[in-house]
């Protein structure tokens, strides 16, 4: 049974850092995609960034280009958001997704397997 458990999300100020975690049971990690994506109160959940392992590159929301990294630790089973310089635009629950395959995608249907969230809550 696939499970994805996101943690670290908190109330923090603008200016400040987090980092989120993600850690995938029940796939096989080393041959598995991981992106985030966020949902903030009132609108539509939305890509955020993910990393493809086969050639490198990042992808990332113009928003949160040169703030937020994304990395993995294949030994834990665990993705990692890096969130620094955090905005109060940033406050939405923020979700982990999975699919079989390094290809990621960066729209919600490329992923089957989903996290429950963690809520992230910026102030000014």
């Known amino acids: 049974q696939v499970q994805l458990v996101e943690s670290g999300g908190g109330l923090v100020q603008a200016g400040d850092s987090l980092r989120l975690s993600c850690v995938v049971s029940?796939?096989?990690?080393?041959?598995?995609?991981v992106a985030w994506f966020r949902q903030a109160p009132g609108k539509e959940r939305e890509f955020v960034i993910t990393?493809?392992?086969?050639?490198?590159?990042?992808y990332g929301a113009d928003s949160v280009k040169g703030r937020f990294t994304v990395s993995r630790d294949n030994a834990k089973n665990t993705v990692y958001l890096q969130m620094n310089s955090l905005k109060p635009e940033d406050t939405a629950i923020y979700y982990c997704?999975?699919?079989?395959?390094?290809?990621?995608?960066?729209?919600?249907?490329?992923?089957?397997?989903w996290g429950q969230g963690t809520q992230v809550t910026v102030s000014s």
């Open positions: 990393k493809n392992y086969l050639d490198s590159r990042t």
């Open positions: 997704a999975g699919k079989n395959g390094l290809r990621p995608g960066v729209r919600s249907s490329d992923y089957n397997d």
């Open positions: 029940g796939r096989t990690f080393s041959n598995y995609a």
